[in-house]
T-cell receptor, first 117, second 114 residues
Framework: EAGVAQSPRYKIIEKRQSVAFWCNPISGHATLYWYQQILGQGPKLLIQFQNNGVVDDSQLPKDRFSAERLKGVDSTLKIQPAKLEDSAVYLC???????????????FGQGTRLTVV | AQSVTQLDSHVSVSEGTPVLLRCNYSSSYSPSLFWYVQHPNKGLQLLLKYTSAATLVKGINGFEAEFKKSETSFHLTKPSAHMSDAAEYFCVVSPYNQGGKLIFGQGTELSVKP
C-alpha cells in the first residue's frame, strides 16, 4: 500500500514570495491533515479536512495561508506572502476516518522542509 | 482545553538499559492516545495506540505504553534500548468527540549511548 506522498521535499524561497505544497493521501482515506513543525517543536495542526470539507482550521493564519481539497483526494497548501517565521517542515497526514472512531490511526508523509530567507 | 505534556525534552540512556519517556494528558473524557517516532529526515511513524481497549498497549520494536486514567498518564517504555532507537518521540492525544483532532506534545529526544 502506497503511503502519503508529499512534494516537493525541500523548498527555499525569499520572504514575500509565494509557495505551494502538494499532498496525495492514502487511497480511500477520508480525513486529511496539514501540520506545521517548527524546529524543536511538536507538529501544530493547521487544517483538517473530512473528504472535501473543512473540519478544523482554527490555527490556520488565514491572511497568508490557504488550503484546498477540491475533489476530496489531493490537497494543496499555499503560503502567500511568506514570512521568515514560516520556515518549518509541513507535514501531511491522512486517516481512513476520523481518528478515535474504531481503530483509526493517522499516517504521515515525509514532509516538505521550507526555508524562507 | 485538551493538551499533552511530555515531561522530558531530552532523555539519554545507555544501550541495553531500560527506556522511559513520560507523557501526561488532559482531556475531558477518555481519549485515544498514540506514540509516534520521528527519525532524522524521516516521516512520523506510529509506534503504538490506545483506543479504550486494553490499558497496556504493545507496539513495534519492543515498545509498550500503559494508559493510567487515574494519573492521566501514557508513559512509553522499552526494557532494553538499542542504538537504532535514537530519535524524537511524540505523545499524541485525540480527544473524544473532537472530530479526529490530533494534538501533539513537544517531543522527547532520545539519545542512546554505546
Amino acid at each position: 500500500e502506497a503511503g502519503v506522498a508529499q512534494s516537493p521535499r525541500y523548498k527555499i524561497i525569499e520572504k514575500r514570495q509565494s509557495v505551494a505544497f502538494w499532498c496525495n493521501p492514502i487511497s480511500g482515506h477520508a480525513t486529511l491533515y496539514w501540520y506545521q513543525q517548527i524546529l524543536g517543536q511538536g507538529p501544530k495542526l493547521l487544517i483538517q479536512f473530512q473528504n472535501n470539507g473543512v473540519v478544523d482550521d482554527s490555527q490556520l493564519p488565514k491572511d497568508r495561508f490557504s488550503a484546498e481539497r477540491l475533489k476530496g483526494v489531493d490537497s494543496t497548501l499555499k503560503i502567500q506572502p511568506a514570512k521568515l517565521e514560516d520556515s518549518a517542515v509541513y507535514l501531511c497526514a491522512s486517516s481512513l476516518d476520523r481518528v478515535g472512531q474504531g481503530n483509526t490511526e493517522a499516517f504521515f508523509g515525509q514532509g516538505t522542509r521550507l526555508t524562507v530567507v | 482545553a485538551q493538551s499533552v505534556t511530555q515531561l522530558d525534552s531530552h532523555v539519554s540512556v545507555s544501550e541495553g538499559t531500560p527506556v522511559l519517556l513520560r507523557c501526561n494528558y488532559s482531556s475531558s473524557y477518555s481519549p485515544s492516545l498514540f506514540w509516534y517516532v520521528q527519525h532524522p529526515n524521516k516521516g512520523l511513524q506510529l509506534l503504538l495506540k490506545y483506543t479504550s481497549a486494553a490499558t497496556l498497549v504493545k507496539g513495534i520494536n519492543g515498545f509498550e505504553a500503559e494508559f493510567k486514567k487515574s494519573e492521566t498518564s501514557f508513559h512509553l517504555t522499552k526494557p532494553s534500548a538499542h542504538m537504532s532507537d535514537a530519535a524524537e518521540y511524540f505523545c499524541v492525544v485525540s480527544p473524544y468527540n473532537q472530530g479526529g483532532k490530533l494534538i501533539f506534545g513537544q517531543g522527547t529526544e532520545l539519545s542512546v549511548k554505546p
